[in-house]
C-alpha cells in the first residue's frame, strides 16, 4: 500500500487512529475504511435553512442548524466552596420556533462561543423544562464564517449559504460533525481503485464515476450532485448483489445432480388419472417445467408461488412422484406440526392404495408415506426413521424434526418446502445436506406472493414459477372491517352472521392474537404466543416456535408504531372463547387451538374440526397456513390491527376453499381514518396478493424482508429501496447476469470480484462455498 493512500479494505484505527476508530467501531460498528463510507448522512442542511424547530420531539436525539438569539447567565445560589456558579441559558432559533440550550459548566467557554447570531450545530437529547424545549448540555459546533463577518464577502456568503452540511444518525457521545470528520479525513486520501462497475453498464446508464459518487454522498455540492451520487451508488449496490447471485446460480448448475425423468407407466401416471378433477392450465404448465426440471443433470432450485388455494400442493406431490418413480425419496418440510400432519392425511387420501406399499390392498408399485414430527412416540419415530432410512418411504413428510441428525434418507432426491418464508436459507440448506451428493433438487413454495423485486433479491439464486389463477368453482372472498369501537352493533351483526352460517351447516374461525389464560406478562402478544408455543412438549418446541417466530416478526414488523390501543391487552383465544360461549355463540360446539395444546390435542381439535364436529374454531395464527377445511366459510379476526397484511390475507384464505362463498370480518377498535384502520380497508378492499405484499413492503423497511432470510445483505443494501428501485434491479440483473455468464469466475473483471468481496465480507464466503 502506498503511503498516504486509503484503500476501502483498511481498518479505520489505522486511517483515524485507534481512539476514533474504535469508537466509531464500538458506537456504529463500522470497522473498515469501505463501511464508514458506506455511513450515509441521514439528511443535509443547508446553511441557510435552518431546522424546523417545531418538529422536534420529547426524547430524540437531534442535531439542529439553528441561530444563537440571546444569551442569559443566571447564577445560582453559592455552594461553599465551589466559586461562583451559574446557569447558561441560550436561546436558538430556526426564525420561527425557539429552543433552549442550558449549560451549568464550562459556561464562560460557553458564553465567549455563542454569541448572538452566530449559526451553529447543536446535538442532544431534547427535553422539556417549564413546557419550553431544551437541549441539556448539547455538543456545539460553530460554523466558521457563518458569524456576521465583515470579511464576509456576498460571493463568499452565498456559496455558504448553499452548502449542504451532512447530518448523520450520531450519538450523543459521538456527534455527526464528529462523523463527518472522520468522513472528510478519510476522502482527502483516498483511492477507491478501479471501477468496479464495467465501463459499458456506466456508459449505457449514465452513471457517475465510483470515486466522485463516494465523495458526492457525503459532500455533494448541491442537491443534483447528491442525487447523482445515489443513484450510481445504488447500481453498484444492485449490480454486486446480482453478480454474486449470478454466480451462486452457476455455481449451482455447475454441480452434478442425479437427473429423475419420469417414466411412462409410474405412480405419478396413476395418481394423475385418480385425480377427481382437471388441473388448472397453470398447474399443467408449471408441472411441466418442474418435470423437466426433474429430468436435468442439474439440480433444480425453484420457487413456487401461488395464492391460498391455487393448488400448489397437487404440483408438488406430482414432483415427489416423478422422484420416486425414478427411484429416489422426497421430503416435504412442513413449518407446523398442524400443517404436517394435514398433508400427510391429505397425501395419503389423494394417493390411496398408491401409498400402502407392502400392505392389504396397496397397489404392486405403490411406496409408503412417512411422517415425522417432534411429539411423535418412540415407537413410531423409530419405525418411521427405519422407513426413511431404507427407502421404504419414498415420500417423507415432516416439520424440522425432519433435519434433525437421526434422519438419514436411502436417496433424496428431491426436497419440497413448504411455506418459505417460514424457513431460512439455513434450514434449506439443512435438508440438502441429507443427500448423499448433496445435490437434491429443491421446490419451495410459498403462499405469501413475493414482489419481482424480493424475488430478485432475497431469493435472487432461485428460478420463479407462479400459479395465477385459481381451480374453477373457487367462491371469493368477501372482507368487511368491522369497526368494533365506533360501531358496536356491527360486531354483534358479525355475530350473527356466524350464527346464520353455522345453521346453514358451514363452519367457522375466530381468530385472535394471544392465547392468554397464563400470567399474562404484559408484554407484546406476539412474543407471548411464542413463548407459550415454546413450552408446547418439550421434544416439538422447534415446530410450533416457527410458526409462530414468523408472526412476531410479521406482526412487529408490519405494524406502524402508536397503533397500540389504549391499555387494553390484546384479545386472547381462551377469553374470546369463553366470552362467546356464555353469550354471542351460546349453544354452539366451540374448539380451541393454539401453540401450547399438546400436539396430540392439537390433532384431535383439527381432526374435529374437518370432521365437522366442532362449528366455531377459535384460534392463533397456528391456522394460518395450509389448514383446508373446505365446509369452513366465515372467518372473524379479532383486533385485526394487530396482523400484519400479508399475515390477514394468508389467514382469510381460509375459508372460501369451498363452493360456498367465504366471509372474513376483520374487527378492529381503530378509529376511523388511522392508518392501522386504513391498512385494515386496504385488506378487505383487494384480493389481490401481490397488490398486498407490496403494500407490506411499503410499510416495513427493507431490512426486515431481508433480514429475516439472509442477514449479510442486510448491512449491504443501504440505499437500495425494492419498491421504488423495481427498474433498476432488473435492470442491474440483466446486467450483471451477462456479465457473469460471459466469465462466471470474473478473471477479466478483477475490481468486480473484489467489490464483492468487500461488499458482502462474511456472504463471499458463503457464495464460495455454493
Ligand atoms: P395451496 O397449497 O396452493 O394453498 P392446495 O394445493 O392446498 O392449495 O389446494 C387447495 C384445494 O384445492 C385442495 O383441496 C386441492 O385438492 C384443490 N385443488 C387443487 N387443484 C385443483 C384443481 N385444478 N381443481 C379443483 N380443485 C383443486
Ligand atoms: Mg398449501
Redesign the pocket.
Known amino acids: 500500500m502506498l503511503p498516504g493512500v486509503t484503500t476501502l479494505g483498511e481498518p479505520l484505527t489505522r486511517v483515524l487512529g485507534p481512539k476514533t476508530g474504535l469508537a466509531l467501531e464500538e458506537l456504529f460498528h463500522l470497522s473498515t475504511v469501505g463501511q464508514l463510507l458506506r455511513y450515509y448522512p441521514r439528511r443535509f442542511y443547508t446553511r441557510g435553512e435552518l431546522t424546523d424547530l417545531s418538529s422536534l420531539r420529547e426524547g430524540d436525539h437531534v442535531t439542529v442548524l439553528a441561530r444563537v438569539v440571546s444569551v442569559l447567565d443566571h447564577p445560582l445560589p453559592a455552594v461553599p466552596g465551589k466559586g461562583r456558579r451559574s446557569r447558561l441559558e441560550v436561546i436558538v432559533t430556526d426564525d420561527r420556533a425557539r429552543l433552549t440550550l442550558t449549560f451549568f459548566s464550562g459556561v464562560p467557554r460557553y458564553r465567549k462561543m455563542l454569541r448572538p447570531d452566530v449559526v451553529g450545530m447543536f446535538a442532544g437529547t431534547v427535553s422539556s423544562y417549564r413546557n419550553r424545549r431544551q437541549l441539556v448540555h448539547p455538543e456545539c459546533e460553530m460554523l466558521p464564517g457563518a458569524a456576521p463577518n465583515a470579511d464576509l464577502t456576498p460571493e463568499l456568503a452565498a456559496e455558504f449559504a448553499t452548502e449542504m452540511i451532512p447530518v448523520y444518525p450520531a450519538s450523543a457521545k459521538f456527534p455527526s460533525w464528529k462523523i463527518a470528520k472522520s468522513v472528510k479525513t478519510v476522502l482527502d486520501t483516498l483511492d477507491v481503485g478501479e471501477d468496479p462497475l464495467p465501463a459499458g453498464v456506466r456508459e449505457r446508464y449514465e452513471l457517475a464515476g465510483r470515486a466522485e459518487a463516494i465523495r458526492a454522498i457525503h459532500r455533494p455540492l448541491d442537491p443534483a450532485d447528491r442525487k447523482r451520487a445515489i443513484y450510481r451508488l445504488k447500481w453498484d449496490e444492485a449490480f454486486l448483489l446480482q453478480a454474486a447471485l449470478a454466480q451462486r446460480r452457476l455455481a449451482a448448475a455447475a454441480m452434478p445432480a442425479m437427473p429423475r425423468p419420469p417414466i411412462e407407466d409410474g405412480i405419478a401416471g396413476e395418481f394423475d388419472a385418480r385425480l377427481p ?4 392450465a397453470g ?1 399443467v404448465a408449471v408441472g411441466q417445467c418442474i418435470a423437466t426440471d426433474l429430468a436435468c443433470a442439474y439440480p433444480m432450485h425453484r420457487l413456487l408461488q ?1 395464492e ?7 404440483i408438488a406431490i406430482r414432483a415427489m412422484l416423478q422422484v420416486v418413480d425414478a427411484g429416489g425419496q422426497a421430503a416435504l418440510l412442513a413449518p407446523t406440526e398442524v400443517l404436517a400432519q394435514q398433508h400427510y392425511r391429505s397425501i395419503t387420501d389423494m394417493l390411496g392404495p398408491l401409498a400402502r406399499r407392502g400392505q392389504l390392498g396397496g397397489a404392486e408399485h405403490a411406496t409408503g408415506v412417512a411422517l415425522l414430527t417432534g411429539s411423535m412416540g418412540a415407537a413410531a419415530r423409530r419405525s418411521a426413521l427405519a422407513d426413511v432410512f431404507t427407502g421404504d418411504a419414498g415420500i417423507v413428510i415432516g416439520t424440522h424434526a425432519l433435519l434433525e441428525e437421526q434422519v438419514q434418507f436411502d436417496d433424496l432426491g428431491l426436497v419440497v418446502i413448504d411455506e418459505q418464508h417460514r424457513f431460512g436459507v439455513e434450514q434449506r440448506d439443512a435438508l440438502r445436506a441429507k443427500a448423499a451428493d448433496n445435490r437434491p433438487h429443491v421446490l419451495v413454495m410459498t ?1 405469501t406472493p413475493i414482489p419481482r423485486t424480493v424475488a430478485m433479491t432475497v431469493y435472487g439464486d432461485l428460478e420463479t414459477s407462479t400459479l395465477t389463477e385459481l ?3 373457487r367462491s371469493p372472498i368477501a372482507s368487511f372491517v368491522v369497526p368494533a369501537a365506533d360501531k358496536p352493533r356491527y360486531l354483534e351483526r358479525a355475530w350473527e352472521r356466524v350464527r346464520e352460517e353455522i345453521g346453514r351447516g358451514q363452519q367457522a374461525y375466530v381468530v385472535c392474537p394471544r392465547i392468554g389464560g397464563d400470567a399474562d406478562p404484559g408484554e407484546d402478544q406476539a412474543g407471548d404466543d411464542q413463548a407459550g408455543d415454546d413450552q408446547a412438549g418439550d421434544d416439538q418446541a422447534g415446530d410450533d416456535q416457527a410458526g409462530d417466530d414468523f408472526g412476531d416478526v410479521d406482526m412487529t414488523g408490519a405494524i406502524p408504531r402508536g397503533v397500540v390501543l389504549g391499555r387494553r391487552q390484546p384479545l386472547a383465544v381462551l377469553d374470546v372463547a369463553a366470552t362467546l360461549d356464555a353469550g354471542p355463540l351460546a349453544g354452539l360446539r366451540l374448539g380451541i387451538l393454539h401453540g401450547r395444546l399438546h400436539p396430540e390435542e392439537k390433532d384431535r381439535v383439527m381432526r374435529a374440526f374437518t370432521a365437522g364436529e366442532i362449528d366455531v374454531l377459535v384460534a392463533t395464527t397456528v391456522i394460518e397456513v ?1 389448514v ?1 377445511v ?1 365446509n369452513a366459510t366465515v372467518m372473524v379476526v379479532m383486533d385485526a390491527e394487530r396482523f400484519g397484511v400479508s399475515q390477514l390475507h394468508q389467514l382469510r ?1 381460509r375459508v372460501g ?1 369451498g363452493t360456498v362463498a367465504g366471509l372474513c370480518l376483520l374487527v378492529s377498535e381503530a378509529p376511523p381514518a388511522s392508518p392501522a384502520r386504513e391498512r385494515l380497508e386496504a385488506v378487505a378492499a383487494t384480493l389481490d396478493g401481490f397488490k398486498l405484499s407490496r403494500l407490506d413492503l411499503e410499510q416495513r423497511r427493507e431490512g426486515d424482508v431481508l433480514g429475516a432470510t439472509q442477514a449479510g445483505r442486510q448491512s449491504s443494501l443501504r440505499l437500495l429501496r425494492l419498491l421504488a428501485d423495481e427498474n433498476l434491479i432488473g435492470q442491474a440483473r440483466e446486467e450483471a447476469s451477462a456479465v457473469v455468464s460471459a466469465d462466471p469466475p470474473l478473471a477479466a473483471h478483477p475490481a468486480l470480484r473484489e467489490a464483492i468481496e468487500e461488499l458482502f465480507g462474511v456472504q463471499a464466503e458463503y457464495l464460495d462455498k455454493t
Do not use: I, M, N, Y
Open positions: 378433477f382437471t388441473l388448472t398447474q401461488g391460498v388455494g391455487s393448488g400448489k400442493t397437487v403462499a381451480p374453477a368453482g395450509g383446508d373446505p384464505g376453499r
